[in-house]
């Protein structure tokens, strides 16, 4: 009996200690290497826009998250958001909407108070979730399976990506009604969306 509590004792240390390099990779991943620009500025294509230095695609490696804006104006720019990875190549690119139709107003400074808030908040820090796919995301994943949701990835793909010490998830806005959960599959040598819908390209 005593030979039995002090294994289980162990095992508890053991869960515990994993447990807590665990929690200190996530803060070395979220706190030192996430670096946010909240100032326009000219990127290297001649395009303006925000930018966020973060690992994504591989840990420890800095990919580029990219909030472009084009236009001269916020109140009628259009914004696409990318992401360009370590070593220089773009691998997503996504439209994105800002202002929702129902805070269209005539107060134009308002209006643009508004985007201007979002852009400050796109790149905040609990947008992004270490491991990429978690017990609750993967949880969702089995309810949204047994109620019929389609999901461009496959099970094995899904599988892959529990749990990846090495990468994590970004979720963002598409428009006033939908957001979307990517990650970078090393499996499949892409952005995939962790929701339900297409894959992200």
């Known amino acids: 009996m005593r030979t039995e509590r002090a294994r289980t004792d ?14 200190r990779e996530r803060d070395s991943l979220f706190v030192q290497h996430r670096t946010v620009d909240h100032k326009l500025k000219r990127l290297g294509n001649g395009q303006l826009g925000y930018t966020c230095v973060m690992p994504f695609s591989m840990r ?7 909030l472009e804006v084009a236009g001269p104006d916020l109140l009628s720019a259009v914004f696409t958001f990318r992401i360009v ?6 691998i997503h690119r996504a439209p994105v909407e800002l202002l929702r139709t129902e805070e269209v ?9 508004a985007i ?19 017990p609750e995301r993967d949880r969702q ?9 389609r999901y461009a990835i496959s099970p094995d793909e899904w599988n892959a990506l529990r749990f990846d010490a090495h990468t994590c998830a970004f979720t963002f806005p598409v428009d006033e009604a939908s ?9 499949m040598k892409r952005v995939v969306r962790l929701d339900a819908g297409p894959t992200a390209r």
Request: aromatic fraction near 10%; charge should be positive; charged fraction near 25%.
């Open 105 to 113: 107003m005539e107060d134009e400074r308002l209006q643009r108070c």
């Open 10 to 23: 162990s095992l508890r240390q053991a869960s515990s200690l994993a447990y807590g390099k665990l929690l």
């Open 141 to 149: 994943h089995a309810r949204g399976l047994d109620r019929g949701d």
């Open 60 to 66: 420890s490696l800095s990919d580029t998250f990219v």
């Open 179 to 187: 957001s979307h959960t990517i990650a970078y599959s090393a499996k």
């Open 85 to 90: 990875d370590w070593r220089g190549q773009e």
């Open 116 to 134: 201007e808030a979002r852009i400050q908040a796109f790149f905040q820090s609990n947008r992004f979730a270490y491991p990429p796919i978690g």
